[in-house]
């Protein structure tokens, strides 16, 4: 097999390849990271390159329009290497692997900032500063009992580390810091470990991560402990999905020579870059960071703590662990001070994990009298129906659109993505951007008020397809597809227009469908109706907006009383954040995962009936919409 | 600097050494261990080798006679290399190493074992079998929590261990043994903790080791923890001794570069050698040995942690930690199950370590009403005086003289050593060898019984000087010093004769002033007499023979009611397998660690007097010793 020279610019790094090999398996064999969502399907369109130079084979693709393939853009994983070649990433590509990692808002709302309230501030690290008294002839006390005898009555009930690492310097930290120091301690079942030892008085710094841990999306926020405030919030695409776009694609890529290794370091990887990112936005020090605490699927823990996720695909669906250990943030290469730990929120099984579980934390379910309904949206859209007594919870495979990935202009919601979208009579489009910046594309949230709003005004039929009789220099044909234009090139920050196509929608409408006859079919299950349910969490990464009305215009969400819902954005990422503020909150999350039913849907009978009916807009019943008037 | 090879025999090793480097260092650095308990110092006179070809430059030595000299026997620490070099080491040296751990008798008197059924059998260390029902569509438990679930009821609490490897690959080991596993647990601070899970029933074997950790020797025992039956016993001497004979050389030695590094890996490798030949002798899986417990004085433990122990050295003489937290024995390099733990027995001070405290577990002195004196002779003879309401610790330095060590034909107390020793009124030697086979040297409870009879047929004098005037073959002049012969070549297993010198009489004879001298200084320190004392335990590592009767005639012990006194064998080694086999001993440690005072000797205005009056056998004031009549 012949080899031949990869050049990347503007990284301007280089690879031998053999013939054949495709430019996004050299880019990333280059250490070059590209946001290739859809795993290198050539289904995103995300890999955009231009070649400079020598000669390749490519498939020619539907998401590279004709300006785009004039001016040589091809995809990287469409495109194969038969000579030394050059290539550039394009703008659009730049921003994408450039900002891996993007500032976000804060996606708490009111809802859950009050419940927070509800549980005492008793982080898990707390710092002691202590001003001992030197050794003398007459009191020999060791080191480590002078410390011992000093915390007593300060904290609670005590356990050493049996990290050895953590007494090794003991003897110097005292003396250099003439016994003046700060104890680290971490709390872990009903007792705390000393973690740290640190000269002087430390204690005006106490931070730790939050995260949740998506198959699509990773979010982390950087918290103070002293406060609870939250200092900066940042979210990336799980560069996993370079591997795959779902998990089972993820865990079947884990069973695979090499492939847990290159999994476990994505997201890893993510989490560092986060915790890289915020430290230095917020000029702290890495060493003041002893804790993260991450909520997340199944599948995204065990293959964090790299334990074989096999059981987790094949029947019956057993997790090797649902309630974590604590364990060594270094044992898992996560970038805090050495000494600090990592924990994860105990999840149910392969499809309710730690992320439901602290959804439910942060929304107070496993509190409530009345029933009461959570649904998460996500690659897996979570459903959790119940209250003090029970859940149930159950999982519908969604698929990653309204996280913005696997669409021609999807997005996360950070800066410059559309988040609200109205269509005038004219069909004129008017829009809001995160961050009021020029446009880059359109998250979740202003997805749902799109194919509203399309629907509302004809843009869009009750069977999503564009309609080819409207008269409307934004609606166009491009090969088979129709397309809508919402921004054109000169209106962007990406110098192309922003559109939806037919295929978007069927896209959209998939997982629109999938989450509202998961919601009908679990409601269903346990003999109740939607108007029994007295409460409606809306959770998912859709930035701090979420039209309600909108989404159940288009069939997302069941039609009933609007006061009874609650928009409460990434509702996993909140559990996460009050489960590190509180001991009570990271204790009562052992109790929420133990008492949560888990429910396949695929094995109930009726629930294909109701997919397949939901494959309309709003629905193929549409007695079940009685508002919507179209 | 000219560079020479050492070429070693029978080894058949070879190294490239710079002129002027001493044999020993060489032999060191080719990695033969060599018995060298005097650190090189030219007066054990054990590293003895015969240069074969070669030029050295040698110091004589008055511990390598006539006879020894005309072979070609010299010292490898007192001789420098001056060209290319071939040595053999003699067949003496060759037992030393070629044996440096070696079986030993049960030191275990019967006082010891009828407390330790005290305790009830409750081992650090359990296993429990489970057969687990396979998990099923309807119940979807995890792994893990389907083994805590199961474990519920027949343990206390449990917590999970904070090592991930543990739990890695939990879901295979549960398919391959189709859901029947053995869980080893190990207790730890009123909790259980998970180290293993093994697939099939494997509570037919657990085992583990205690050790005592002595400047001088190292003793270990393998245990059967289901029953408390003590598998067999090695001794050996401490690796270290190389690097100095006493424990202040040894804390200078640690803070050189690389001097911790060879200290800590010296001792570690004589408690994996030890492992290793008990686990071979009784054809046991090294995988089966889930802990070691280990009592040894706070500078070997600090060494095996390697922690820095300055503190120890410094007034006011600080140790960083007293109660050790129990740490993974990989950790250490200590080669059991990797996932294995190694406790070690809280210390009090520099002086009074673990190996005290053990031995106060084992004797019972904590819970005595009646005024109790713990005597332990090693290389510091450390002595407790105290009952239920207090005690005060202290340590004499003995120097390793009863250890069989810096003496011309000192050893072990193991197979071939001279145990029992009479003199007749013909001055003739009657001797008992442990195993009963050719002697081949002398240990101390032998030295004890020689001295004593000397003094008795006036061989040797109260200021212990051989008699000049004696007629005996058995008494002769070598050099300026006087040796009386035990046994003559043809008798021994090491082709030489066994003496003692007046130089050995002087070594011991600082030894047993230095204990009594303690004795005395420390029972008038508190206000308190001899005779206000009610019993008195002598521990040591004396084989299973020790003559009290002898030892109160040489004046090392207070001459008092016999009835009192109690021999009970290596009591720090015994109170590691207290704590091993039973988790209300392990704790009763805590306690008693807590209890005690350190008194320093150094710091007694009477002590320097004491001591010099107790240069004399038995003593300078004869009246001290009524029942000895010369």
């Given at each position: 097999m012949r080899e031949f020279t990869v050049k990347f610019h503007p990284q301007g790094k280089s690879i031998r390849v053999t013939q054949g090999t495709d430019i996004l398996s050299a880019a990333t064999r280059a250490g070059i990271v590209v946001s290739a969502p859809c795993g290198g399907e050539g289904v995103c369109g995300k890999c955009r390159v231009i070649v400079d130079k020598g000669s390749v084979k490519t498939e020619s693709s539907r998401l590279v329009d004709d300006a785009d393939r004039k001016r040589g853009v091809v995809l990287a994983c469409q495109t194969l290497v038969e000579s030394d070649v050059e290539v550039t990433f394009t703008k659009e590509s730049l921003e994408a692997h450039e900002h891996l990692c993007h500032e976000a808002e804060d996606f708490t709302k009111g809802v859950i900032l009050k419940r927070e309230n509800k549980f005492p501030l008793s982080p898990l690290i707390s710092k002691v500063y202590l001003e001992l008294t030197a050794p003398t002839a007459d009191d020999g006390t060791s080191d480590l009992d002078r410390i011992m005898d000093a915390l007593k009555g300060r904290v609670g009930a005590l356990r050493l580390s049996t990290r050895l690492t953590n007494i090794k310097h003991l003897s110097e930290v005292l003396r250099e810091s003439d016994f003046k120091i700060t104890v680290v301690l971490a709390y872990r079942e009903g007792a705390q470990e000393i973690l740290s030892l640190e000269p002087g008085d430390t204690t005006g710094s106490n931070l730790a991560f939050a995260f949740d841990i998506g198959t699509t999306t990773v979010a982390g926020q950087l918290i103070d402990l002293k406060t609870g405030t939250i200092l900066g919030t940042r979210i990336a695409f799980n560069a996993q999905a370079v591997y795959g776009a779902d998990i089972i694609t993820r865990m079947i890529y884990a069973s695979e020579p090499g492939g847990m290794a290159k999994l476990n370091s994505g997201v890893v990887g993510n989490i560092n870059e986060m915790i890289d990112d915020l430290i230095k936005a917020n000029k702290v020090n890495l060493g003041d960071i002893y804790a993260i605490v991450a909520a997340g699927n199944m599948t995204m823990i065990h293959l964090i703590l790299k334990i074989d996720p096999s059981g987790l695909r094949k029947a019956p669906y057993v997790s090797t662990v649902s309630a974590f250990p604590p364990v060594s943030a270094a044992e898992l290469a996560i970038e805090i001070n050495p000494r600090g730990i990592a924990a994860f929120l105990p999840g149910v099984s392969t499809y309710v994990g730690g992320d439901i579980v602290s959804g439910i934390l942060a929304c107070g379910v496993a509190e409530n009298d009345d029933l009461t309904l959570l649904v998460d949206i996500g690659t897996n859209g979570e459903i959790v129906l119940g209250n003090r007594e029970w859940m149930i919870g159950s999982a519908a495979s969604a698929g990653p659109a309204f996280e913005g990935s696997g669409l021609t202009c999807g997005m996360k919601a950070?800066?410059?993505?559309?988040?609200?979208?109205?269509?005038?009579?004219?069909?004129?489009?008017?829009?809001?951007?995160?961050?009021?910046?020029?446009?880059?594309?359109?998250?979740?949230?202003?997805?749902?008020?799109?194919?509203?709003?399309?629907?509302?005004?004809?843009?869009?039929?009750?069977?999503?397809?564009?309609?080819?009789?409207?008269?409307?220099?934004?609606?166009?044909?491009?090969?088979?597809?129709?397309?809508?234009?919402?921004?054109?090139?000169?209106?962007?920050?990406?110098?192309?227009?922003?559109?939806?196509?037919?295929?978007?929608?069927?896209?959209?409408?998939?997982?629109?469908?999938?989450?509202?006859?998961?919601?009908?079919?679990?409601?269903?299950?346990?003999?109740?109706?939607?108007?029994?349910?007295?409460?409606?969490?809306?959770?998912?990464?859709?930035?701090?907006?979420?039209?309600?009305?909108?989404?159940?215009?288009?069939?997302?969400?069941?039609?009933?009383?609007?006061?009874?819902?609650?928009?409460?954005?990434?509702?996993?990422?909140?559990?996460?954040?009050?489960?590190?503020?509180?001991?009570?909150?990271?204790?009562?999350?052992?109790?929420?995962?133990?008492?949560?039913?888990?429910?396949?849907?695929?094995?109930?009978?009726?629930?294909?009936?109701?997919?397949?009916?939901?494959?309309?807009?709003?629905?193929?019943?549409?007695?079940?919409?009685?508002?919507?008037?179209?």
């Amino acid at each position: 097999m012949r080899e031949f020279t990869v050049k990347f610019h503007p990284q301007g790094k280089s690879i031998r390849v053999t013939q054949g090999t495709d430019i996004l398996s050299a880019a990333t064999r280059a250490g070059i990271v590209v946001s290739a969502p859809c795993g290198g399907e050539g289904v995103c369109g995300k890999c955009r390159v231009i070649v400079d130079k020598g000669s390749v084979k490519t498939e020619s693709s539907r998401l590279v329009d004709d300006a785009d393939r004039k001016r040589g853009v091809v995809l990287a994983c469409q495109t194969l290497v038969e000579s030394d070649v050059e290539v550039t990433f394009t703008k659009e590509s730049l921003e994408a692997h450039e900002h891996l990692c993007h500032e976000a808002e804060d996606f708490t709302k009111g809802v859950i900032l009050k419940r927070e309230n509800k549980f005492p501030l008793s982080p898990l690290i707390s710092k002691v500063y202590l001003e001992l008294t030197a050794p003398t002839a007459d009191d020999g006390t060791s080191d480590l009992d002078r410390i011992m005898d000093a915390l007593k009555g300060r904290v609670g009930a005590l356990r050493l580390s049996t990290r050895l690492t953590n007494i090794k310097h003991l003897s110097e930290v005292l003396r250099e810091s003439d016994f003046k120091i700060t104890v680290v301690l971490a709390y872990r079942e009903g007792a705390q470990e000393i973690l740290s030892l640190e000269p002087g008085d430390t204690t005006g710094s106490n931070l730790a991560f939050a995260f949740d841990i998506g198959t699509t999306t990773v979010a982390g926020q950087l918290i103070d402990l002293k406060t609870g405030t939250i200092l900066g919030t940042r979210i990336a695409f799980n560069a996993q999905a370079v591997y795959g776009a779902d998990i089972i694609t993820r865990m079947i890529y884990a069973s695979e020579p090499g492939g847990m290794a290159k999994l476990n370091s994505g997201v890893v990887g993510n989490i560092n870059e986060m915790i890289d990112d915020l430290i230095k936005a917020n000029k702290v020090n890495l060493g003041d960071i002893y804790a993260i605490v991450a909520a997340g699927n199944m599948t995204m823990i065990h293959l964090i703590l790299k334990i074989d996720p096999s059981g987790l695909r094949k029947a019956p669906y057993v997790s090797t662990v649902s309630a974590f250990p604590p364990v060594s943030a270094a044992e898992l290469a996560i970038e805090i001070n050495p000494r600090g730990i990592a924990a994860f929120l105990p999840g149910v099984s392969t499809y309710v994990g730690g992320d439901i579980v602290s959804g439910i934390l942060a929304c107070g379910v496993a509190e409530n009298d009345d029933l009461t309904l959570l649904v998460d949206i996500g690659t897996n859209g979570e459903i959790v129906l119940g209250n003090r007594e029970w859940m149930i919870g159950s999982a519908a495979s969604a698929g990653p659109a309204f996280e913005g990935s696997g669409l021609t202009c999807g997005m996360k919601a950070v800066s410059g993505a559309m988040q609200r979208i109205i269509i005038d009579a004219n069909l004129d489009v008017k829009f809001e951007t995160i961050s009021h910046v020029a446009p880059k594309g359109i998250c979740g949230s202003g997805y749902i008020d799109l194919l509203s709003q399309m629907l509302k005004r004809g843009v869009m039929g009750k069977d999503g397809k564009i309609n080819r009789d409207t008269a409307s220099g934004r609606i166009r044909r491009v090969d088979n597809n129709y397309e809508f234009v919402l921004a054109f090139a000169s209106e962007t920050a990406i110098d192309r227009d922003i559109i939806i196509r037919d295929d978007d929608i069927d896209n959209l409408k998939r997982s629109k469908g999938a989450i509202y006859s998961a919601i009908i079919s679990i409601i269903n299950k346990v003999g109740k109706d939607i108007t029994d349910v007295k409460k409606i969490y809306i959770a998912g990464g859709f930035g701090n907006y979420l039209n309600i009305e909108n989404s159940i215009f288009i069939g997302l969400l069941p039609d009933v009383e609007r006061s009874i819902y609650e928009f409460v954005g990434n509702s996993s990422l909140a559990g996460a954040r009050m489960s590190l503020l509180s001991r009570d909150a990271f204790n009562a999350t052992e109790g929420i995962h133990k008492n949560i039913t888990y429910m396949d849907l695929a094995a109930e009978p009726g629930y294909m009936d109701e997919y397949i009916a939901a494959l309309f807009f709003p629905h193929t019943e549409i007695g079940r919409f009685p508002s919507v008037r179209l």
